[in-house]
């Protein structure tokens, strides 16, 4: 089956300092990967589209230059978070749909549990 | 305003029993549904899908029927097993191209019991 891994799988940093998580696919290749939000007890909201080899679309009320988005090969997707502040403590969490595939199935990396102080 | 409703946050089965998570969604341009399971601290695993063409897709012990016209999809588990307890969250999207987003339900956290 389709693998998406994270990395890292919790992060705990201070507040103001930058945070990159990284999320790949490992046996299949993403044209577009997705990364999402997800707080306590809440459904998971998109934050944005991450598209190989072009610009990031971001969901309203996402700041793009809070959350930086880079999608440089059709295996990594990478999430930055500038400037952490402890409001952005939460559960990230990529996804990534196979190029290949024919349906719109997203596959989801395990997940990251960013903690900022 | 949410377009995909898992208004029952919780559902608790015995083994062996028929589990009934239930989604209801508002947006008709959703064509195509999915349901995840989710384990805390880890990303959620596909489970079954369904296209609207079509009104039921089985997989297993899992079976997913689709209701258009009442905007309604449920997922059954049978038998339920306690490995079987997690959050559960329905999606849809709408086409199914490169692009095409998915709006996640709430959840549904099933137990359940020995």
């Known amino acids: 089956g389709a693998v998406v891994s994270q990395h890292p799988s919790r992060v705990i940093c201070k507040s103001g300092t930058s945070v990159k998580i990284e999320c790949r696919s490992l046996?299949?290749?993403?044209?577009?990967m997705f990364w999402y939000r997800q707080f306590p007890k809440q459904s998971l909201m998109l934050m944005a589209t991450?598209?190989?080899?072009?610009?990031?679309?971001?969901e309203q009320g996402v700041e793009k230059d809070k959350f930086l988005i880079n999608h440089a090969s059709l295996t990594l997707s990478t999430l930055t978070v500038t400037s952490a502040h402890p409001e952005d403590s939460s559960f990230y969490i990529c996804?990534?749909?196979?190029?290949?595939?024919?349906?719109?199935?997203?596959?989801f990396g395990p997940g990251t549990r960013l903690l900022v102080l | 305003d949410q377009q995909v409703k898992q208004n029952s946050p919780s559902l608790s089965v015995q083994e062996g029993r028929i589990s009934i998570l239930n989604c209801d969604y508002t947006?008709?341009?959703?064509?195509?549904f999915l349901w995840y399971k989710k384990y805390p601290a880890e990303g959620p695993t596909f489970l079954i899908s369904?296209?609207?063409?079509?009104d039921k897709n089985e997989d297993g012990r899992f079976t997913v029927f689709l209701n258009k016209s009442a905007k309604h999809l449920s997922l059954h588990i049978v038998p339920s097993q306690p490995g079987d307890s997690a959050v559960y969250f329905c999606?849809?999207?709408?086409?199914?191209?490169?692009?095409?987003?998915?709006?996640f339900g709430k959840g549904i956290t099933l137990s359940v019991r020995p």
């Open positions: 046996d299949f290749q993403a044209t577009t």
């Open positions: 369904i296209s609207s063409i079509k």
């Open positions: 996804s990534a749909r196979d190029r290949a595939g024919g349906d719109g199935t997203q596959y």
């Open positions: 999606a849809a999207s709408t086409g199914a191209g490169a692009n095409s987003k998915l709006t």
């Open positions: 991450s598209n190989e080899g072009s610009k990031a679309t971001y």
């Open positions: 947006n008709s341009m959703f064509d195509y």
